[in-house]
């Protein structure tokens, strides 16, 4: 009997802390998944970096996933390792996943790889005309967009190494190349003690940028939990904010 609820313990206990950690657990799977895929890819001709934190002007860190150098660009990956169906397209600041009816939203990954690339331009003081961004979701996603992609590759994991492998143009000469890759191997840091500290100190850096921008900008044409349009409507007390979607989407906010 004693055992039995040992086990239970130890069973629950695992099964909190990967509930509490879904999502950082998630992330590492899909990362450790395309940096298997891009393994594959001639040493001789592509330089792989994985997990960069890149400083900015304000004295902050932008992180990105994956960078590759190669003489045919600048690869940078972000990567998304959501299942389900996934809806977006370029001009809206939210995508939708949906799972068995549920819908979660996540910011366009587009504009978060843009943000990126512009922290790589500036720190390494290159055009962007020498990157090619490149979305890679997770081989058991689905795919509903409507409008074709002009400002990125949005694909799957199995889709990654042709995409890369279909920029064979030359673009890059050697010593741009060896200039990049100068400055990004300072970026490299091997000890997991500093690379935890730099984690948690960007953590926090990015928790501070939501707050403050929760409060200091709020769309009031657009509902923040789902994104559709606000309408003025009428209560017992008064006017109020509600979401367009209602009753799908219960929001209200102050006029």
Known sequence: MVFIYLFLIILFLVLFFINYNYATIKGR???NRVNKLLSKLDGNDYKIYHDLYIPTEENKTTQVDHVVVSPFGIFVIETKAYNGWIFGNEKSKYWTQVIYKRKEKLFNPIWQ?????????DYLGIEKNYFT??????NQSTFKFKEKFTRAH?????????????????IIGNSLINNVQSKLNKLVV?????????????????????????????????CPKCDSDLVKRKGKYGEFLGCSNYPKCRYTGKL
């Open 29 to 31: 799977y899909g990362e």
């Open 113 to 121: 790889n843009a943000g990126h690339i512009k922290g790589l331009e």
């Open 133 to 138: 961004s490149i979305i890679a979701f997770s």
């Open 154 to 170: 949005v694909i799957h994991f199995r889709d990654l190494y042709k995409t890369i492998k279909a920029n064979n143009a030359t």
């Open 190 to 222: 091997v000890d997991k003690k500093e690379k935890k500290q730099i984690s948690k100190q960007h953590v926090q850096e990015v928790k501070l940028d939501i707050a403050k921008s929760k409060t200091t900008y709020f769309d009031k044409s657009k």
